[in-house]
């Protein structure tokens, strides 16, 4: 059927609207693409813009390729065990593949998911960190890539800025263009700070834990990899319960990024914390160290000390450091009671509640609750009472007593008491209630509920030691006072003192040098000197003991420490040649050209006098004291090693005879306690006037010890604080120590030197049938005839 015009014209109308219609979407979809376009190219074009308003005053990423972060300067013994640590920021560098995969896994897991798919920034891990902080209404995620946040602690600052976060993403992108993952994840896991002052997971690991990061376990390196969030709030010294928390956080989202099965987590989630003990910088003998590190700064300067990594190799034995300085404070504490209790450290009012003053002395003495002070440790106390045979102290950690015999050394001085002297038994006359006093905690008193506790006393006195091998010069000891946390002037380098009667050896070996021998003797009797360069017109030397011996032999002499004899030998050979025998020996400090010099007038260091002793026990050959070995850098390529600087200022026949003068002095003179080391021992005391400095200086074949001891304001010790009752005791202890389990030796003989059969009144050679005669060493070219008398006999006694 036909259609009708009324259909044709609908249907017309119909495809109009149609074509109208699909006109209109064609239309829309290209204003569609058009915005889509040109928003893209002005997205584009800003982005183009931002960066290049970023661009030129950012850093170029490819430094990094060489860039060598602030490590730690380690020094080691030598034994190679580590003994100190010099840094700005304890930074241990170590390789990515040293580093545990657990540990890599747990800050990969807690920080950085999708780190080896994204290219710097992670745009999903913004978004969700967006909504997580939406919901909780305030900041409790970052969406920072590990990548972002090395690039903000290389390059940026601290500054909170969008401007900061776009350099920061330019950065990453860069880096990320230029490094492998691999080396972004090695250089932020040494970079990151990890609180404590430490920085990288070496020193972290250390730190918190006591033990290298290879050793660590799966909860230990939880704790590790959650700390760089923020340090403080997460350290488990700190805040335990927030530590646990986190570790936990980072154990289960190790679990959900399939690092580690769901056992695994729930077992390490359980672990208590097993801490290790934050230090300061390790220094395990600081006098020593400080010594070290000052060549050090000589040689390479601050930066490089500080922040290069250098592995200083030094002479050092830790063994023998410790022996060192067990036995200079032991008897520090032992000789300063000797002198007297110098009364309380202060005074607290008494009528305090007792709960206040045991709160004010637990914060004093830095208790930790629920732990008590360790045996054997010295803490402050307050005097609650006084008794005249106790006293009952607070301590902070409850009360103690002292009994009589653990104070007996502070009781009143003595007294006479029918004509005769006497010492009174009872303290109450030195002590009162509300004194602060130092106590050293014995353990539980008998009825268990106190402390049993002695009375205690930091030591005025100080003292210095060094021990070194004479054949290499390597100093194996070095103590340079008693606590360098208080002092740090090292008196075992620096100070310049007196050195008594420790000088004789250097006159009598010149006198030897120029032909004297044991034998040689020499009236011991009164003598003045009239000195022109003495501040008095007359000097009229005299014996320790106030007494004249007549006629004796140089060894006898010296085994005793005759004075006059000395300055009498010094007289003969002359000023100058001991002056210059000195010099050859190792001593650079300023002699007086006076005869006083040979009881050791002008000041001296111990090192000097170490090290001209060591000649003697070596053959007559010193070698120059050193303390370090060699140095390397961080790479270990050598930057230092050190060369033996030899010279032989005595000859070996003159070594040989001062070391039997100084056997002599152990053997019947004033270092006859030194007899109970049980081996071959040379050694010479030396006491100032007054008291006021002790020496001893002593060696075997292998080892030579010299200390010293005295008073920093150069005050008398106290009567009798001789070498032999102040300094032996340090020596002795320390020796005994350093030689247990080693081989006995005797003194090396030399070729030069031979024995003859001498007459004891004249110093002469003896017929072979003496009764009298005995047997004396001798130069070869110095032994005495039949005829010879040698004896240096003084009729002059003013001079």
């Known amino acids: 059927m036909p259609k009708t015009k009324k259909e044709k014209s609908s249907k017309k109308k119909k495809k109009t609207k149609k074509k109208r219609r699909g006109g209109f979407f064609k239309w829309l979809s290209m204003a569609v693409f058009s915005i889509f376009i040109t928003t893209l190219l002005i997205g584009f074009i800003g982005i183009l813009a931002i960066y290049y308003t970023f661009t030129d005053e950012l850093p170029d990423v490819r430094v990094l390729k060489s860039f060598e972060p602030s490590t730690v300067t380690l020094m080691y013994s030598d034994q190679d065990q580590l003994i100190a640590e010099l840094y700005l920021e304890k930074r241990i560098v170590v390789p990515l593949n040293k580093i545990p995969t657990q540990l890599k896994q747990a800050a990969l897991a807690v920080e950085d998911a999708n780190f080896y798919r994204h290219m710097g920034i992670d745009l999903k891990a913004v978004f969700r960190a967006f909504l ?142 097993t801490l290790g003990e934050v230090t300061n910088m390790l220094n395990r003998a600081p006098y020593f160290v400080e010594y070290i590190r000052k060549q050090l700064m000589t040689m390479y300067g601050r930066n490089k000390v500080y922040k290069s990594g250098l592995k200083v190799y030094t002479t050092l034995s830790i063994e023998k450091q410790i022996l060192a300085q067990e036995a200079t404070k032991k008897n520090l504490l032992i000789a300063d009671k000797r002198y007297g209790y110098r009364g309380p450290l202060g005074t607290m009012d008494i009528s305090l509640p007792e709960i206040v003053l045991q709160e004010s002395l637990s914060e004093i003495n830095n208790f930790t609750e629920g732990i008590h002070p360790k045996t054997g440790t010295n803490i402050k106390g307050l005097v609650k009472s006084v008794n005249k045979e106790y006293l009952t102290v607070l301590t902070g950690q409850g009360e103690g007593i002292i009994e009589l015999k653990d104070m007996d050394w502070a009781r009143e001085p003595n007294i006479k008491v029918d004509g005769r002297w006497a010492r009174i038994h009872r303290v109450d006359k030195n002590f009162y209630p509300g004194d602060k006093i130092l106590v050293k905690v014995l353990g539980i008193y008998e009825s268990g509920s106190l402390w049993s506790l002695s009375l205690e006393q930091e030591p005025e006195v100080e003292s210095a030691l060094i021990s070194l091998e004479p054949h290499t010069g390597h100093i194996k000891a070095l103590i340079g006072g008693y606590d360098f946390s208080k002092s740090q002037f090292n008196r075992a380098i620096q100070a310049v003192r007196q050195p008594g009667s420790v000088f004789k050896p250097i ?31 007359k000097w009229k030397p005299v014996n320790f003991e106030k007494k004249f011996y007549g006629p004796t032999p140089l060894r006898k002499a010296l085994a005793k420490s005759r004075n006059i004899i000395t300055v009498k030998l010094l007289q003969k050979i002359g000023t100058r040649s001991v002056i210059q025998m000195a010099k050859n020996l190792g001593i650079n400090s300023h002699l007086e050209n006076n005869l006083s010099i040979g009881l050791g007038s002008s000041g001296v260091t111990l090192k000097e006098l170490v090290s001209a002793y060591s000649a003697f026990a070596n053959r007559g050959i010193r070698v120059e004291p050193q303390g370090i070995r060699y140095v390397e850098n961080r790479n270990g390529k050598i930057l230092y090693k050190n060369s033996q600087k030899i010279t032989q200022p005595i000859t070996s ?50 080892l030579i010890t010299g200390v010293w001891v005295g008073k920093d304001n150069v005050e008398p010790l106290g009567r009798n604080e001789t070498g032999s009752r102040t300094a032996i005791p340090i020596w002795l202890d320390y020796m005994k120590g350093a030689l247990i389990n080693t081989p006995i030796q005797n003194f090396p003989v030399s070729p030069e030197t031979v024995y003859a059969k001498i007459n004891p009144q004249t110093g002469s050679l003896a017929k072979h049938d003496d009764s009298k005669g005995f047997f004396e060493l001798f130069l070869k070219d110095k032994i005495p005839n039949s005829q010879d008398h040698h004896k240096e006999v003084i009729t002059d006694n003013t001079f």
């Open 132 to 273: 997580t902080n939406m919901k909780a209404g305030r900041v409790v995620e970052g969406g920072s890539t590990i990548t972002q946040q090395l690039s903000k602690t290389l390059f940026l600052t601290r500054e909170r800025s969008l401007a900061r976060k776009i350099k920061e993403a330019i950065l990453s992108i860069r880096m990320e263009l230029i490094f492998t993952k691999d080396e972004i994840l090695e250089m932020y896991l040494n970079q990151i700070y990890y609180g404590h002052g430490s920085y990288g997971v070496e020193a972290a690991a250390r730190t918190y834990f006591g033990k290298s990061v290879q050793n660590l376990s799966l909860d230990e390196v939880a704790i590790i990899a959650g700390l760089p969030k923020s340090p403080n709030n997460y350290s488990p010294y700190r805040n335990p319960k927030r530590a646990r928390s986190r570790r936990n956080h980072v154990i289960r989202r190790m679990a959900q990024e399939g690092f580690i099965k769901s056992n695994e987590a729930k077992q390490a989630m359980k672990k208590p914390f």
């Open 507 to 537: 006159v009598y070996a010149t006198a030897i040098s120029k032909g004297f021998s044991p034998a040689s003797i020499i009236i011991d009797s009164p003598i003045i000197f009239k000195e022109k360069d003495h501040d008095f017109d």
């Open 653 to 702: 026949g003159t070594a040989q005879i001062v070391t039997s003068l100084l056997q002599s002095v152990v053997q019947e003179g004033t270092a006859k306690k030194v007899r109970s080391l049980n081996r071959p021992t040379a050694g010479k005391t030396g006491t100032t006037n007054n008291y006021i400095d002790a020496w001893f200086m002593g060696f075997t074949p292998k």
